[in-house]
């Protein structure tokens, strides 16, 4: 690689609200949050349209959304496209739109990511969902994704000794935080006891272990760092977007209790940045299980292996610690439409780092990264943002 | 738009041969092009694997295949992801990996195309091509995609008093050229009486003027042009890449007889080529239609509207007269697996260019141009291509 020309800033976000039943189309979805992107930039055209979403072609029999968003924001014309990660579908459409404007050849770029869950049955969604693994090997098995994601925890809990009690610490964070976001699917505070005594969904994931999907978008406008201060005061700079797989399966891997795209997509990011973990002081990481919430402090180097849920008792996750995490309510309170989780995270850490999180604001952010998984982290895509002063 | 800070060159590139049913997984397809494409480059390492495909999610109950891919490749870790753009997923892939390479941040970019739609049934297929429109308001009323083409069909041969016997001389040529072409699926000439004669599709479009659908897969390794030829004696450099959109549905078009995403697409590559329609000699067009192929040959800028049957009937478009066009069969004859044609088309020029192109070659292409359409033209691709000496 060689140093990119120019910058990436974020100049406009956008969140529909995430709810389990929206009655939204997903062209009503997606046109929530981009008009509300494209007002907050003032931006009066777009030179391009990168869209995140996972699963329109097996649940709406709908691809092609690339124009599909574009003809209803009145944009026909615009390069467009609709980029895939599984979960990280989101995050991954950040890089691909990050990509087109340092290659020069696009200056303001709309991404957005959609995806709408609700009016399937759950057999349906679980099928959905196991299309982010190798269908012919792991699927045809019968194994959920919750399975995976329960195997997992189980390998985790077994080899670090770290107690269920520890990792419930995550959704109860969540779940806190998300009773400020207005956006958020969950406004309902939940304990450690709560999430040990909730339903059992795949041995020893628990109802509340687990991500509520959903219907929802975000968006973001992209300028050159260069012009982004003729759009908004407070543009926030994309420092680095990095994007990494691991083996896709677990069977493939040597140790499931680590996620190699998360160290290898950070550790990139950080060179580009040129940051260390000790300068993020914000934080939003894809905790679609519990489990997955703990291990990402680890693998993005915040915690040693099997220390993670140390960080949450410490306080330093809470909103007024050193490591502010999910300060909107993250995947689990928020909720997790899943190609859209990865464009939220960076709208929500915007959002933080020009002051304008409402009754979620940190007091001080300055450095914030993100992290969005696909799959069982066979894709990773971390970004880090910082503010331009 | 500011001047990329460096070019992309194909210096690899893999074709699976095209059948209407191969026996093979989606991961096998790929493959078998991705391992030509990288032993033909004679590299040890990828940077970064893209994967345009349109139908998986749907067909296959399979997406993430970007990690499924780069496992196989014994590739995991690298970034990568899907990109789709109905039937030009090829062609907007290969501008992702393009865009990927100019910013920078990857050098040496696979980028593939595969799908496989063999084993369903003609409604399953017939749905999935439909996802292509906007469900909600055209898909709905029943109408296929094969009937959304001969209105173009019929509203252009109305509107400009071109005869079917001009258009059918479409087909007549790539059959013609996929003749010598061993990866082509069929291997049959028709004449334009048969075209003419075969059964009706979709009135005025008969069956021989429809490509026929499959199973494929086509790749191309990518890298910097500075450090192409220590790879290649023969690199061809990517002297555009250009993806441009269209209202998505014909009803929100104020003439079905002109793809303005084919124009806009293509005038932003000449414009980055700094080439004109003159300068090309080599032509890979989206001929899923015989219509199709006839107004490309006008939208691109060869032909004044209504005129396009003329270039063939001049015999211009033969691989010994001024514009080879599908000289490998195109669309029509050497098959359209739809997400990967963008590709496939790519990885022919290249192969003229380099005078590699076995009984396909034509005598002295210097500048060859594709185009890849999604849908009914919601997505163009356009590519210039040319040799580096």
């Known amino acids: 690689m060689i140093s990119p020309m120019r910058e990436a800033a974020i100049i406009g976000v956008g969140m529909a609200p995430v709810k389990s039943t929206s009655g939204k189309s997903l062209t009503e979805l997606f046109m929530e949050a ?3 992107a494209i007002n907050d930039a003032g931006v ?11 699963m329109s072609g097996f649940l709406q029999h709908q691809e092609h959304l690339g124009p599909l968003m574009a003809t209803a924001l009145g944009q026909e014309g615009v390069p467009t496209y609709k980029v895939e990660g599984a979960c990280a579908s989101g995050g991954v459409a ?41 269908r012919l090997r792991v699927g045809a098995t019968g194994i959920t994704f919750v ?25 109860v964070l969540c779940h806190k935080n998300a009773m400020d976001n207005p956006k958020a699917a969950f406004h309902k505070l939940v304990s450690v006891d709560e999430v040990l005594k909730s339903p ?9 272990d687990c991500s509520g999907i959903g219907d929802g978008s975000a968006a973001l406008v992209l300028a050159p760092v260069e ?7 407070t543009p926030v700079k994309i420092a680095a977007s990095s994007v990494a797989s691991d083996a896709l399966s677990l069977y493939q891997r040597p140790d499931v209790t680590v996620f190699e795209g998360s160290r290898k997509a950070s550790e990139r990011a950080y060179a580009l940045a040129h940051k260390k973990p000790e300068d993020v002081n914000l934080l939003d990481v894809h905790d679609a ?3 997955l919430g703990v ?5 993005l180097g915040f915690a040693r292996k099997g220390e993670g849920a140390k960080l949450l008792k410490e306080g330093q996750c809470e909103r007024d610690g050193s490591l502010p995490t999910n300060t909107f309510g993250g995947l689990k309170a928020r909720g997790h439409p899943v190609g859209t989780s990865g464009v939220y995270q960076i709208a929500e850490l915007a959002l933080q780092l020009t002051n304008r999180a409402g009754k979620c604001q940190v007091p001080h952010p300055s450095v914030g990264l993100s992290q969005s998984i696909g799959g069982i982290g066979g894709t990773v895509a971390v970004h880090i943002v910082e503010r331009l002063d």
Chains 1, 2 share one sequence.
Do not use: C, W
């Open 34 to 36: 981009a008009l509300e």
């Open 44 to 54: 009066d055209r777009l030179d391009a349209v990168y869209v995140g979403n996972m």
């Open 94 to 134: 950040v890089n691909a739109g990050v990509k087109a404007l340092l290659s020069g050849l696009d200056d303001i770029v709309l991404v957005g990511g959609v995806e709408k869950m609700s009016g399937f049955s759950t057999p349906e969604v679980t099928t959905g969902l196991m299309m982010a693994e190798d």
């Open 147 to 171: 399975g995976l994601n329960a195997m997992i925890a189980r390998a985790y809990m077994h080899k670090y000794k770290v107690p269920h009690e520890a990792i419930a610490q995550f959704p």
């Open 200 to 208: 059992l969904v795949s041995d020893p994931l628990r109802l509340f």
């Open 227 to 233: 012009v982004a201060k003729k759009f908004t005061d």
């Open 289 to 291: 299980f519990s489990v």
């Open 295 to 299: 291990m990402a402090l680890e693998d």
